[in-house]
């Protein structure tokens, strides 16, 4: 079955203004249009169009008929507390400023931060809880703009030294050296790891303006502007340090901007941010496609709530290169972004005018399909719709392998 699904657009500050409406042949809006949720989850579920009630939402609907809605299977193996749930949600992301740092727990830490708040009593919706279910949120990005701009997870501590012996040099050649500034960063990361130089900038950049991180952060941002700097390899984060301190001034995520990957994701590239990754999503548009969580630790960057010591129990502080997830191509026409997780799976689903070959497959559960380029017709075993451009739709598992008749793209998320 298909199944029509709309939303709106959510209105975070960092939102850029233009992007998903044109994705989606609409008008914008003139305000911050920052996420399209597509999907089940209770923040914003996906209206189901031309429904009536008690049924107008794609939650209440796979509520009261969970098997229909998402197979048996599925419906048995993805519950919270007997009540089973999609466990995927599907995103149209714009960012027109920079997110927030932060990471995402593994379903284990999950399970036992959310046990441990509920019998501390603190309301779900609490400025300061970290915990609003039992679940992980793995997540993945692929750019669907030009460029796609995001910081991911620790770089390699000799791409971190490279980065520290270059703020030296500039540092030097200024017109007023203050060599002690970035030595603080040097002599932390040196003794304590980047787990300890990361929970001092937290804690002592979160303090007021007294600590000696602050000045950590004011020589950093003034150093970035020297020539030195921008004629480095590490330009381009340096360029981020200044964007950031214009959105964030004073935030020590600014410094730890510098040791985290400076990731540029052509058009369909994409990254894979596993539990513990340290991130934020920097300018662009992209389709998002995680599990179906709101669990969300915060590490700068943002006037919400964090937790230090939690965010440094769930932080992965191995140094990475960017976590880029390259797509298989099973069929022509298929390209499927695979993350290990058995929560989701995305497939890019193309075809052009004359070609014989119909892109196509399979699914074993649950599926929402959003067309890029349309209209574009999709069809099943049992039926089959027509989406134009940036409609969406919700097909359930009975449809069993999913082909896309004559031109168009569209983007397939189910489950893994």
Same mark, same amino acid.
């Given at each position: 079955?298909?199944?029509?699904?709309?939303?709106?657009? +959510?209105?975070?500050?960092?939102?850029?203004? =233009?992007?998903?409406?044109?994705?989606?042949? #609409?008008?914008?809006?003139?305000?911050?249009?920052? &996420?399209?949720?597509?999907?089940?989850?209770?923040?914003?579920?996906? #209206?189901?169009? *031309?429904?009536?009630?008690?049924?107008?939402?794609?939650?209440?609907?796979?509520?009261?008929?969970?098997?229909?809605?998402?197979?048996?299977?599925?419906?048995?193996?993805?519950?919270?507390?007997?009540? !089973?749930?999609? %466990?995927?949600?599907?995103?149209?992301?714009?960012?027109? *400023?920079?997110?927030?740092?932060?990471?995402?727990?593994?379903?284990?830490?999950?399970?036992?931060?959310?046990?441990?708040?509920?019998?501390?009593?603190?309301?779900?919706?609490?400025?300061?809880?970290?915990?609003?279910?039992?679940?992980?949120?793995?997540?993945?990005?692929?750019?669907?703009?030009? $460029?796609?701009?995001?910081?991911?997870?620790?770089?390699?501590?000799?791409?971190?030294?490279?980065?520290?012996?270059?703020?030296?040099?500039?540092?030097?050649?200024?017109?007023?050296?203050?060599?002690?500034?970035? &030595?603080?960063?040097?002599? #932390?990361?040196?003794?304590?790891?980047?787990?300890?130089?990361?929970?001092?900038?937290?804690?002592?950049?979160?303090?007021?303006?007294?600590? &000696?991180?602050?000045?950590?952060?004011?020589?950093?941002?003034?150093?970035?502007?020297? /020539?030195?700097?921008?004629?480095?390899?590490?330009?381009?984060?340096?360029?981020?340090?200044?964007?950031?301190?214009?959105?964030?001034? *004073?935030?020590?995520?600014?410094?730890?901007?510098?040791?985290?990957?400076?990731?540029?994701?052509?058009?369909?590239?994409?990254?894979?941010?596993?539990?513990?990754?340290?991130?934020?999503?920097?300018?662009?548009?992209?389709?998002?496609?995680?599990?179906?969580?709101?669990?969300?630790?915060?590490? =700068?960057? $943002?006037?919400?709530?964090?937790?230090?010591?939690?965010?440094?129990?769930?932080?992965?502080?191995? !140094?990475?290169?960017?976590? +880029?997830?390259?797509?298989?191509?099973?069929? /022509?026409?298929?390209?499927?972004? +695979?993350?290990?997780?058995?929560?989701?799976?995305?497939? +890019?689903?193309?075809?052009?005018?004359?070609?014989?070959?119909?892109?196509?497959?399979?699914?074993?559960? !649950?599926?929402?399909?959003?067309?890029?380029? *349309?209209?574009?017709?999709?069809?099943?075993?049992?039926?089959?719709?027509?989406?134009?451009?940036?409609?969406?739709?919700?097909?359930? %598992?009975?449809?069993?392998?999913?082909?896309?008749?004559?031109?168009?793209?569209?983007?397939?998320?189910?489950?893994?």
């Amino acid at each position: 079955m298909f199944v029509r699904i709309d939303n709106e657009p +959510r209105d975070y500050a960092w939102g850029d203004r =233009g992007l998903i409406a044109a994705f989606r042949g #609409r008008e914008a809006s003139g305000a911050p249009e920052a &996420e399209l949720w597509l999907g089940a989850h209770p923040g914003s579920p996906s #209206r189901i169009v *031309g429904a009536e009630p008690p049924f107008g939402d794609l939650a209440a609907w796979i509520a009261a008929e969970p098997e229909r809605a998402l197979g048996a299977e599925v419906a048995s193996r993805f519950a919270d507390e007997g009540m !089973p749930r999609l %466990p995927f949600l599907l995103k149209l992301l714009a960012a027109g *400023g920079p997110l927030s740092l932060q990471a995402h727990p593994t379903t284990e830490r999950a399970r036992l931060g959310f046990a441990k708040e509920e019998s501390e009593g603190v309301p779900v919706d609490a400025y300061d809880r970290n915990y609003r279910d039992r679940f992980h949120k793995p997540e993945l990005v692929v750019a669907l703009s030009e $460029t796609f701009d995001a910081l991911s997870g620790f770089r390699p501590l000799d791409e971190v030294a490279a980065v520290i012996e270059v703020l030296r040099d500039a540092d030097a050649a200024s017109a007023e050296p203050q060599p002690g500034a970035i &030595e603080l960063l040097a002599v #932390r990361l040196g003794a304590e790891g980047l787990d300890g130089a990361v929970e001092w900038l937290l804690t002592d950049g979160r303090g007021g303006d007294t600590g &000696e991180s602050t000045w950590l952060v004011e020589r950093v941002v003034a150093l970035a502007a020297e /020539p030195l700097a921008l004629a480095s390899p590490a330009a381009a984060s340096f360029r981020t340090v200044t964007a950031l301190a214009e959105a964030y001034p *004073g935030d020590p995520g600014i410094v730890i901007s510098l040791l985290l990957n400076r990731v540029r994701l052509a058009r369909g590239e994409s990254l894979f941010l596993a539990a513990g990754n340290i991130h934020a999503y920097l300018g662009g548009l992209g389709i998002e496609l995680m599990a179906a969580s709101d669990n969300v630790l915060r590490g =700068g960057l $943002t006037p919400k709530h964090i937790d230090v010591g939690e965010l440094v129990e769930v932080l992965d502080f191995t !140094p990475m290169p960017p976590p +880029r997830l390259e797509p298989e191509q099973p069929a /022509p026409g298929v390209r499927s972004f +695979r993350p290990p997780v058995p929560d989701f799976v995305l497939h +890019r689903l193309e075809a052009a005018e004359g070609e014989a070959a119909l892109p196509e497959v399979q699914i074993d559960g !649950p599926a929402i399909a959003i067309a890029e380029a *349309g209209p574009a017709r999709l069809a099943g075993a049992l039926g089959s719709i027509e989406l134009g451009r940036g409609e969406a739709v919700f097909v359930t %598992p009975d449809e069993a392998r999913l082909r896309l008749e004559g031109p168009g793209t569209v983007w397939l998320a189910t489950t893994g």
